[in-house]
């Protein structure tokens, strides 16, 4: 069942009560001028609101419980902090109430109508995943768009938070935090992990100091990888890549990480991890100072090119060390494109532009995702066959923070398509 007080605190501050017919248990007439802003911390559940009670207006705080019983319960009466109550609002009165001054508290019931709990009960309990998926349709378009756009924003958001923890740890340098997520996102989710460990255990600088060498780049990627160390593979791209590793492992004091972290199973071959790094090492060579070129780029489809970037030779004909197939061009092809646009270069430019109060980088990432076609997913189909179609990356992202944030953890009473199906 649902928390009858959590229900009582949202009909408050939503006015979802009849305005016409509230009064006090001693029959005057109220009105609620402002319900008060909600408190999560210690003290009473609302401040500073504003309630006329008969012909006097009054301003301090709301006290809600389910009965008028849990005043005393909780020890309200002799707490100095709930004499500013000036209301105390309950779905049952059972007995008079007073402050710790010993004044007595006007109290106000607000019934719980029937429907309203079943509908909270249904969207906050029910084991379907998207419970208010079947009345979506009676959602207007400007409250969807309204609430997707919001969506999008505080996803951004969220990830601008990620963000500055990593420039925390690497003392602000935006170089190290653009190349930490970017290899982060190379993983494109099963090895996500995997190769934000690679990343970080391999500084940035490092690349650098032999960023003329894509052999020095890919030998430092595989071998902190730990992909060199099969005794078995006897071509020669493999034997000099591990001379060479053993080189820089010894000049920069590094060690790798075990090869058996990075997954490979039901995989295909345009997705195994050693061509990711591989794809990864040819970006990252071949641009120098990636973020710096992304921050002086406008042109959508410029940023695009910055990381089609075709891989070294032994690559086109290999999708993994030992085994030789067709030569093809290796590079990103357009779906993993865009998912680097939306992950990496859209979350970097907008965290950049709140860290510097720079509006422009905000608005060119919320640009690069409305530029982007929509995201193909589990969570993205659920929502279309719902009748919610999304244009393009901005719509899908502002979905999959629905999903994951509101749906997943039941925050219904904080979803705005929750309130408009509780509100009916």
């Not at 959590?6 to 006015?15: A, P, T, V």
């Not at 500073?48 to 909780?74: C, F, P, Q, V, Y």
């Not at 093809?328 to 779906?335: F, H, W």
């Amino acid at each position: 069942m649902i928390n009858k007080e959590e229900l009582l605190h949202y009909i408050w501050k939503f006015r979802l009560y009849p305005y016409a017919d509230l009064h006090t248990t001693e029959g005057e007439r109220v009105e609620v001028i402002d319900p008060g802003i909600s408190n999560s911390d210690a003290g009473p559940d609302f401040f500073n609101a504003k309630i006329k009670i008969g012909d006097k207006l009054w301003a301090g705080n709301i006290e809600i419980h389910r009965t008028s019983g849990e005043w005393k319960k909780h020890r309200h009466h002799i707490d100095k902090a709930y004499n500013s109550v000036i209301l105390h609002v309950v779905e049952n009165v059972n007995e008079e109430i007073y402050n710790e001054k010993g004044q007595k508290i006007p109290q106000l019931r607000i019934a719980v109508s029937q429907k309203l709990r079943d509908n909270a009960e249904f969207l906050l309990f029910s084991n379907v995943n998207v419970p208010c998926l079947p009345s979506l349709h009676a959602i207007s378009n400007g409250q969807m768009r309204s609430w997707l756009d919001a969506l999008a924003i505080e996803r951004l958001e969220r990830k601008t938070n990620d963000i500055f923890q990593h420039l925390d740890r690497f003392n602000n340098s935006w170089d190290e935090t653009f190349y930490v997520l970017l290899s982060r996102n190379f993983g494109f989710g099963l090895n996500s992990d995997e190769f934000e460990r690679l990343a970080l255990s391999l500084p940035y600088n490092y690349i650098l100091k032999h960023a003329d060498n894509l052999f020095q780049v890919e030998a430092l990627f595989f071998g902190q990888a730990g992909m060199l160390e099969d005794e078995t593979i006897t071509d020669d791209y493999y034997i000099f890549l591990r001379k060479e590793y053993d080189f820089l492992r010894k000049k920069f004091t590094l060690e790798s990480l075990n090869n058996v972290l990075f997954k490979s199973l039901r995989t295909r071959p345009h997705g195994f991890p050693q061509l990711r790094i591989a794809e990864l090492a040819a970006v990252v060579q071949h641009s120098g100072r990636l973020f710096s070129t992304v921050l002086e780029t406008d042109d959508y489809e410029q940023i695009r090119l910055l990381f089609r970037v075709n891989t070294s030779e032994y690559w086109q004909t290999h999708y993994t060390f030992g085994k030789k197939s067709r030569k093809t061009p290796k590079y990103l092809g357009n779906n993993s494109l865009d998912i680097i646009l939306i992950n990496t270069v859209a979350p970097l430019l907008f965290a950049y532009g709140k860290k510097n109060d720079m509006e422009k980088y905000c608005d060119r990432a919320i640009r690069i995702l409305e530029s982007v076609k929509p995201e193909q997913n589990r969570i993205i189909r659920d929502f279309k066959s719902a009748g919610i179609i999304p244009q393009n990356a901005f719509d899908t992202q502002a979905l999959i923070q629905l999903r994951k944030v509101y749906c997943d953890r039941r925050k219904c009473l904080f979803c705005r398509i929750g309130h408009a199906i509780l509100s009916q």
